[in-house]
């Protein structure tokens, strides 16, 4: 079965330095999303995007947040100064369509903000 | 705005044992409703569903029901695995569709033999 592959699988930086996380979707997948889960909270929608444009966000997603598909593979989420309440695992998604039944994780990068 | 609670855990049971993992939602309208499971070092994987009231989703002998008069969502198999050992996430999405899923905390499930 085709999967949602992320990587690093951990990640750990600095405060103040900037971190990518890479995801590679689903190949045939038009709809990209990124989650996340602060340890022993909910996991928290942060952004999509369709057609290479954000279609929408959270308002966790700010300034600091960017997302990208640099080419036909790649999923980035770029977070420019990493703060310590950006600890979390980060989850990659996709889907062929805007249906919600057709969603696919990836295992998520966890992200240590030191 | 929407939210999503479930159960705590983590819940540890023993094999054969009756599960239920309980869930309880906040939505205006008529919100999908989800379960994803995580197994260890995997991504989340959609359990089952159900899109209106009243409906049951089921799969992997897993079931739950849309309750809308109480707002539930209840997770119950009736007899568990060890293979079932895994975190289980509650989640809505608003009316009208999108992927804009709200998760609960996931409920961590142990089976033992």
């Known amino acids: 079965e085709p999967e949602v592959t992320q990587t690093p699988s951990h990640q750990v930086t600095q405060m103040g330095q900037e971190v990518i996380l890479r995801c590679v979707p689903i190949?045939?997948?038009?709809?990209f999303y990124w989650y996340r889960q602060i340890l022993g909270q909910k996991v928290e929608f942060l952004v999509s995007?369709?057609?290479?444009?954000?279609?929408?966000k959270s308002e966790i997603f700010d300034d600091q947040f960017s997302v990208e598909r640099p080419d036909g593979s790649n999923f980035t989420l770029k977070i420019r100064s990493t703060k310590l309440e950006d600890s979390a695992m980060y989850f990659c998604?996709?889907?062929?369509?805007?249906?919600?039944?057709?969603?696919?994780f990836g295992s998520g990068t966890q992200l240590s903000v030191l | 705005g929407n939210s999503v609670t479930q159960m705590e855990g983590p819940v540890t049971l023993s094999e054969e044992a009756f599960l239920t993992i309980n869930c309880t939602y906040t939505?205006?309208?008529?919100?999908?409703l989800f379960w994803y499971v995580q197994y260890p070092g995997e991504g989340l994987q959609l359990l089952l569903k159900?899109?209106?009231?009243?409906d049951k989703g089921s799969n992997k002998g897993f079931e739950a029901t849309y309750r809308k008069e109480t707002t539930s969502f209840h997770l119950e198999k009736g007899s568990v695995q060890v293979s079932d050992s895994a975190v289980y996430f509650c989640?809505?999405?608003?009316?009208?569709?999108?992927?804009?899923?709200?998760f609960g905390t996931g409920t961590q499930l142990k089976v033992e033999l």
């Open positions: 998604a996709s889907s062929d369509g805007g249906s919600n039944e057709k969603l696919f």
């Open positions: 190949s045939n997948h038009l709809y």
């Open positions: 995007f369709y057609n290479n444009e954000i279609s929408e």
């Open positions: 939505a205006t309208g008529y919100p999908s």
């Open positions: 159900a899109t209106k009231a009243d």
């Open positions: 989640a809505l999405a608003p009316t009208g569709g999108g992927n804009k899923l709200t």
